[in-house]
């Protein structure tokens, strides 16, 4: 695992929204994604993703939370592995 060199780019932005997306979906907790604040990456058979997010609740509050994503570009694969609160 290294450190991603910039959370600020588009596209680890849209996984970590895509994440938070999945989560809720599967969960149907209302978490809405704020914004990606750090992360690391793992090359493996595509790439591996820890990304810690910001995500808000249905009352609007916002808490850390860890996404975990396996993301093959080639065979458009993409996949949430983990997601839980992320200590502070």
Known sequence: WGPIPDVRDAHIQ????WAVEQ????????????????G????VSGMNYRLFVDAADGSGRSAPYLAE???QSWTKTRQ?????PAAN
Do not use: I, N, P
Request: charged residues 30%; proline residues 0%; without cysteine.
């Open 80 to 84: 949430l592995t983990s997601f839980k």
């Open 23 to 38: 989560h809720a979906r599967l969960a149907s907790d209302g978490l809405r994604f704020r914004r990606v604040t750090r």
């Open 69 to 71: 994503v396996y993301e």
């Open 14 to 17: 849209e996984l970590g929204g």
């Open 40 to 43: 690391e990456q793992q090359v």
